[in-house]
């Protein structure tokens, strides 16, 4: 048993000599700042460690990398590279663009919902869809189309939805309401079927969009997961998150099936050249490749437009703000004092002094608002991607305690509403 327990013993110390050696003696080894990895492991502990904010931890460590990338050490002898270089970006997407194709690893992840659709297919089966796709997309009649299509959703859906929680004081999910905005018009442009989840009251087509939701997020989930085997498990024997993703999937597949089997029917009857019809005119395409076409093409646009909607109207509340602080309306307030009296860091105010407050100098104070307190940067009212209010008496535009502006959540809407047809 001993002698076993060191045979044991000294094969994980060659293998970890063996692993140290490969990872760290090879004469194209990075520089020395990157991502942290020990023997055998790479860098699979700080991975764990800091997956739950992998796009901030990333950005940390490439800020510190001298080119702006780092080699990603995985167990065993495939690693990766993470790059933020504007130089490596158009290398690997332009210049060698052949030599960076997804893949076959990238591609199983998502394979199960977006199937082989353009944003998951190499390749001629990604040509082919290309060409077709970016036809129908520079075509003067589809750009007509989608202005024509904007207008009447905005004006007949949109706005009746937001006019009406305006005078019941509804709540509204404006991510939710911005998605089925974005979902309905993708629908109509590229497959000419109206699926009306902004109709009513905004609040149709639920199950589709949930659905969609926890598809898309789950496949992506599959990327976090440590080892690709742990995820194949739960999908081989229906357990977990792969159980959801499998019932969300079913759902979006149905849509799928319904909105081609629906589109086939009507070309019967008249000859629309939209996009779906393009590929439904050739025989050579199964109702599979169809559906992961419709599918992509659903994600591209539900989910970038309503992404950047979303994060516009934060943005536009934080760029508002910062205007604000380095600008702000009213930059210098007086009081008098009644009586003698000390200021929180012991100034003296005796009776009758005035004391004067300026926003402006508050606005472009270190101590406050830190070293780049000078410049406009609207992040910093961003937290986690939200809008995240000040204190008053940091901020106090519309000054603070008994006597703040009462028309504050007014003028910030008007200022809003006024950015947003502006622009």
Not at 22 to 42: E, H, L, N, R
Not at 83 to 108: H, M
Not at 117 to 127: A, K, P, Q, V
Not at 244 to 261: C, G, N, T, Y
């Amino acid at each position: 048993m001993e002698v076993l327990s060191l045979q044991i013993l000294l094969l994980l110390l060659f293998l970890s000599l063996y692993f140290y050696l490969y990872a760290f003696s090879s004469k194209k080894k990075p520089a020395s700042k990157g991502f942290k990895a020990y023997p055998i492991v790479g860098a699979l502990p700080e991975f764990v460690r800091n997956r739950h904010r992998f796009l901030e931890w990333t950005t940390e460590t490439l800020s510190h990398c001298p080119a702006n990338t780092a080699v990603f050490h995985r167990p065993g002898k495939v690693h990766g590279i993470i790059t933020a270089s504007p130089l490596n970006v158009e290398y690997i997407l332009k210049t060698n663009f052949e030599n960076y194709p997804k893949g076959d690893r990238f591609i199983k992840l998502l394979e199960d919902f977006l199937g082989r659709g353009i944003f998951n297919s190499d390749g001629e089966l990604w040509r082919v869809q290309r060409k077709t796709a970016s036809y129908e997309f520079n075509t003067k009649s589809l750009r007509n189309f989608v202005m024509d299509n904007v207008e009447v959703e905005i004006s007949t859906r949109l706005v009746p939805v937001l006019a009406k929680a305006s005078k019941t004081k509804q709540v509204l999910d404006l991510q939710d309401i911005l998605e089925r905005f974005a979902f309905d018009n993708i629908c109509k442009v590229a497959f000419n079927v109206d699926p009306d989840c902004l109709g009513g009251d905004g609040t149709s087509g639920g199950e589709f969009m949930r659905a969609f939701e926890d598809a898309a997020t789950l496949s992506s989930g599959r990327f976090m997961c440590i080892y690709p085997i742990f995820w194949k498990i739960n999908k081989y024997f229906n357990v977990g998150t792969e159980k959801r993703l499998r019932e969300s999937i079913k759902i979006v597949h149905e849509f799928a099936d319904e909105m081609i089997r629906s589109r086939m029917e009507q070309k019967t009857k008249n000859n629309d050249e939209d996009l779906l019809s393009r590929f439904i005119g050739k025989e050579e395409n199964s109702t599979e490749f169809l559906r992961d076409i419709v599918i992509s093409f659903i994600l591209a646009g539900r989910d970038t437009t309503s992404s950047a909607l979303s994060w516009f109207f934060w943005l536009m509340s934080a760029a508002i703000s910062e205007t604000m602080r380095l600008y702000p309306p009213v930059p210098v307030d007086t009081k008098a004092c009644k009586s003698d009296d000390v200021l929180p860091d012991g100034t003296f105010v005796g009776k009758n002094w005035f004391v004067t407050y300026q926003t402006y100098a508050m606005g472009r104070m270190e101590s406050i608002w830190g070293k780049n307190c000078r410049e406009f940067v609207p992040e910093r009212w961003l937290e986690n991607g939200v809008y995240r209010q000040e204190s008053p008496f940091k901020f106090p535009v519309f000054n603070a305690g008994p006597r703040m502006c009462l028309g504050k959540r007014h003028g910030l809407y008007s200022d809003e509403i006024h950015c947003s047809i502006s622009y």
